[in-house]
């Protein structure tokens, strides 16, 4: 007998079905977690498979109820009931009556992927909206503490490695430290620089240099015009930037991106960003979401940027930068020019398509941050929180504060203990939110409405039959794409 004789598949009851319009509706997986969306049809698919039926048999079935030969509806049935498969919506039981089922990674399973590295803190600039920005300490981490720390990082099995600052590249060692960097892992290596180095010979010299040891580099940009962005970062800055990137894409051999965080001075440019990261040659554009300094005094403006519905018009803007994108891909992928990517992760949408079940935020699990005092915490955006201190790598050996820093994270929340997030739908997916833009540590992300909502708004775009993996092949393109760069 054939495998599609003998095999066979089962719906899971517990499933939650979300109706969504045209009669489309969306078969989820609260504990996987996974998702399908599909049609009327593929309901009635799912309920013939309340009990366990082989692939033949569910050919049979559908090719009497729609009048088609078995030949042509069997191969649309073993696809479609393969992707359910994928989706974890059936379970597959074989010839001795085992049950195999589909369920997402933990992010506990996995070590420590990166880490970001603040190299120093002194900087070049006064950004009006930095967590970063430090008056008075502007001290370098060695280069000798940093090899060591390297090293440390590739026997942990360490996957990407941040160097950033303050401005990194006024790191008198810097060149020598990415080259050590490059020689001890295989590993990503990515720079995050203002672009204030360009405007002579000797550090245009440097800055090319300095592309041979990394992979990608990623240049702030607050304003895709000159008054806009100044009046964020000072005078003279775009123009620096500006030089920076078009030194950049004399080098092809890297990755070169614009970050940018949304603010009330800049918010109506955010459409525009495409055609700018064009202009500019970049190969990514990503986007920041604001988040909670330490001294919110020093912020007077915060709670202009830090809201709900700034929030809400910060997630329009961006959504008319992907209609952007969709309106000029087809005009321009046949002209010779190198079309960027749109990194998602600004996105909470972009949460249905990672491979990760989450229970909490992947701070401090998958990643940690060293600032230039040799502290360590779980994310550069929860630097300086005393509670998330883990430890020093001047006194200690980096696996020993990762460990202790991971079981501090994974008590310190779980979405299982979270009044709010233990009954929410999509808990698994966004594991609580950004721990950084919580208003407090051991609660949800204060924009939970807002991703709840999101996700219905993707799942209603997306076109059928579309299950997480399949979506990440229409988001996902070489160039000119929309992409989820980050975990």
């Known amino acids: 007998m054939s495998k599609e004789q003998i095999i066979k598949y089962k719906y899971a009851e517990e499933k939650k079905i979300i109706p969504l319009p045209n009669d489309d509706i969306i078969i989820l997986d609260v504990s996987s977690p996974n998702w399908l969306k599909t049609s009327i049809t593929g309901k009635y698919l799912l309920e013939e498979m309340k009990e366990p039926k082989t692939i033949d048999e569910l050919t049979a ?14 191969p649309i049935i073993r ?3 393969e992707k359910f498969y994928e989706t974890g919506v059936v379970i597959r039981i074989d010839k001795d009556n085992k049950f195999t089922s589909r369920e997402k990674q933990k992010i506990e399973s996995l070590g420590l992927q990166q880490i970001w590295i603040n190299v120093t803190y002194a900087c070049n600039l006064n950004c009006s909206h930095c967590f970063a920005r430090m008056k008075g ?47 001890i892992g295989d590993w990503k290596i990515k720079l995050i620089t203002n672009g204030y180095l360009s405007g002579n ?37 775009f123009e620096k930037a500006y030089r920076f990137m078009f030194l950049l894409s ?33 190969t990514y554009i990503h986007l920041n979401r604001p988040k909670y300094p330490l001294n919110t005094l020093a912020f007077p403006s915060l709670d202009l940027f830090m809201s709900q519905q700034f929030a809400e018009e910060a997630f329009t803007a961006y959504d008319k930068l992907v209609q952007e994108f969709y309106k000029s891909f087809e005009d321009m992928r046949n002209l010779n020019v190198r079309l960027p990517i749109i990194d998602t992760s600004f996105d909470p949408a972009s949460e249905l398509l990672s491979p990760l079940k989450k229970e909490r935020c992947s701070a401090g699990i998958l990643t940690i941050a060293i600032d230039p005092k040799g502290d360590v915490f779980p994310c550069a955006a929860l630097m300086r929180r005393e509670m998330l201190y883990f430890g020093n790598v001047f006194e200690e050996g980096l696996e020993k504060i990762y460990k202790r820093g991971r079981d501090k994270m994974i008590e310190l929340f779980s979405v299982e203990k979270n009044d709010k997030c233990k009954e929410c739908l999509f808990r698994y997916f966004c594991g609580g939110g950004c721990r950084a833009t ?25 076109s059928l039959p579309v299950i997480r993996t399949y979506a990440n092949k229409i988001y996902e393109t070489r160039e000119g794409g929309i992409k989820r760069l980050t975990c």
């Open 438 to 462: 919580a208003k407090d540590l051991k609660e949800c992300d204060y924009l939970c409405d807002i991703f709840q909502k999101r996700f219905i708004d993707f799942w209603k775009r997306i």
């Open 79 to 81: 696809e479609t009931v």
């Open 137 to 183: 300490d502007t001290g370098f981490i060695p280069a000798n503490d940093l090899i060591r720390i390297f090293k440390e990082a590739q026997s942990l099995g360490v996957q990407e490695i941040v160097i950033s600052g303050g401005e990194p590249t006024l790191h008198p060692e810097l060149e020598n430290i990415l080259r050590e960097a490059r020689k």
């Open 61 to 74: 079935k559908i090719s009497q109820v729609y009048g088609l030969p078995i030949d042509v509806v069997k």
């Open 201 to 237: 010979p000797e550090n245009e010299r440097k800055i090319k240099s300095l592309c041979n040891y990394v992979d990608d580099i990623q240049v702030s940009f607050d304003g895709i015009k000159p008054e806009t962005h100044d009046a964020i970062r000072g005078k003279g800055s």
């Open 250 to 282: 004399e080098v092809e051999s890297i990755k070169t991106g614009i970050s940018f965080t949304p603010l009330p001075k800049n918010i109506n440019e955010i459409p525009k960003l495409f055609n700018f990261a064009i202009q500019v040659k970049a």
